[in-house]
T-cell receptor, first 112, second 117 residues
Framework: AQSVTQLDSQVPVFEEAPVELRCNYS??????LFWYVQYPNQGLQLLLK??????LVESINGFEAEFNKSQTSFHLRKPSVHISDTAEYFC??????????FGAGTRLTVKP | DADVTQTPRNRITKTGKRIMLECSQT?????MYWYRQDPGLGLRLIYY???????NKGEISDGYSVSRQAQAKFSLSLESAIPNQTALYFC????????????????FGSGTRLTVV
């Protein structure tokens, strides 16, 4: 079955600094990859997804992630973070027509 | 109204009690899931259902049971609650019809915070 490893449990950064949240996955077949964001006291919201095609995917709020098949990675990046980006971020993997498995989460804290 | 509604939002129960968490959705999705979230462990799949007559165990189904009463309703039961079932529980839905479910990702409810004392 598929699995996900998020390499950092907590990432503190200063406002306007760049950030990278790392995600590696394991699967024996082709996969779909996702990043979800969870703000305090809320459910998870889909941030972006890779299904096929271009390996670089973007969200509407400036995040991007790049699918790297050879390294089995799907790292999330943002060139300049805001206080409002403080949240927990989850990487997830889904094999075709199968359920989704989540990583343990990375807590991003943006400091002024 | 929310697309995926979970009730109750918070619940404190005693060890040994039976408790049911409910989930209903207005998305028209055929697939529904129950996850639990624990700090440092992320979300772990408890049970999932691909349609009304389909129920599947997830990673951590022991101590839990589910019922898919209708396409829009999926309930999770703890037959005899124990303290290590204290967690945040999420219901999610996805749509497999026409294109793969992956095209839409999952839609999550706001969660039920369960405390077993």
């Amino acid at each position: 079955a598929q699995s996900v490893t998020q390499l950092d449990s907590q990432v503190p950064v200063f406002e306007e600094a760049p950030v990278e949240l790392r995600c590696n996955y394991s699967s024996s077949v082709s996969v779909y990859l996702f990043w979800y964001v969870q703000y305090p006291n809320q459910g998870l919201q889909l941030l972006l997804k890779y299904l096929s095609g271009s390996t670089l995917v973007e969200s509407i709020n400036g995040f991007e992630a790049e699918f790297n098949k050879s390294q089995t990675s799907f790292h999330l990046r943002k060139p300049s973070v805001h206080i409002s980006d403080t949240a927990e971020y989850f990487c997830a993997v889904s094999e075709y027509n199968n359920d989704m498995r989540f990583g343990a989460g990375t807590r991003l804290t943006v400091k002024p | 109204d929310a697309d995926v509604t979970q009730t109750p939002r918070n619940r404190i129960t005693k060890t040994g009690k039976r408790i049911m968490l409910e989930c209903s959705q207005t998305k028209g999705h055929d697939r529904m899931y129950w996850y639990r979230q624990d700090p440092g462990l992320g979300l772990r799949l408890i049970y999932y259902s691909f349609d009304v007559k389909d129920i599947n165990k997830g990673e951590i189904s022991d101590g839990y049971s589910v019922s898919r009463q209708a396409q829009a309703k999926f309930s999770l039961s703890l037959e005899s609650a124990i303290p290590n079932q204290t967690a945040l529980y999420f219901c999610a839905t996805s749509d497999s019809r026409g294109v793969t479910q992956a095209n839409y990702g999952y839609t999550f409810g706001s969660g039920t915070r369960l405390t077993v004392v």
